[in-house]
């Protein structure tokens, strides 16, 4: 079946450190993936995408590129701000799940001044 | 367009109670997706429209839990007989379905039902 898993957190950085959250899934086929943000007390916004293989999602400083051959996608930035805390859910959907989301656990990411 | 809007954003009831909670998706998406949230939880998803066909609902989804897209447009979800473990952030998400596939999904700023 489908299945996504990420790191667990929570994550926390002083600023300006490199972030890397890692993501890998277990898909048939070829799933699109996916980064979604939570910020505190909000709901959820979609940060990065990619369709196919190779892609890289990118967005506020963030990247994440879908590596077929390792199964990942992990996000990265090189330089974080405290306005980057929040929580962080990798995600995919493909044909097999009737395009419906399967979530990761999230990650939280706490970064500090 | 706005994006996706959901009303109350905020909801506190009694247990015992009935709640309504209404999502109003961006206005060209077909699909439509309910979820539920806990807190330091993800999402959990609990159903989901094309158009007007409720296609799937999961089963770990009460009976107390129904939930309508009476004219393929907005969507309503109720709970009858809330109970405290109903408490939670109700999320409602869009997205445009097609036979090419599936676009991604936009998320509305969510219900908090607090049962008391």
């Known amino acids: 079946g489908n299945s996504v898993t990420q790191m667990e957190g929570p994550v926390t950085l002083s600023e300006e450190a490199f972030l890397t959250i890692n993501c890998t899934y277990t898909?048939?086929?070829?799933?699109?993936l996916f980064w979604y943000v939570q910020y505190p007390g909000e709901g959820l916004q979609l940060l990065l995408k990619a369709t196919k293989a190779d892609d890289k999602g990118s967005n506020k400083g963030f990247e994440a590129t879908y590596r077929k051959e390792t199964t990942s996608f992990h996000l990265e930035k090189g330089s974080v701000q405290v306005s980057d805390s929040a929580v962080y859910f990798c995600a995919l959907t493909n044909m097999d799940s009737n395009y419906q989301l399967i979530w990761g656990a999230g990650t939280k990411l706490i970064i500090k001044p | 367009d706005t994006g996706v809007s959901q009303d109350p954003r905020h909801k506190i009831t009694k247990r015992g109670q009935n709640v309504t909670f209404r999502c109003d998706p961006i206005?060209?998406?077909?699909?439509l997706y309910w979820y539920r949230q806990t807190l330091g939880q993800g999402p959990e998803f609990l159903t989901y429209f094309q158009n007007e066909a409720q296609l799937e609902k999961s089963r770990l989804l009460s009976d107390r839990f129904s939930a309508e897209r009476p004219k393929g447009s907005f969507s309503t979800l109720e709970i009858q007989r809330t109970e405290q473990g109903d408490s939670a952030m109700y999320l409602c998400a869009s997205s445009l379905t097609s036979g090419r596939g599936s676009r991604e999904q936009f998320f509305g700023p969510g219900t908090r039902l607090t049962v008391l």
């Open positions: 898909a048939t086929g070829y799933p699109s």
């Open positions: 206005s060209e998406h077909n699909r």
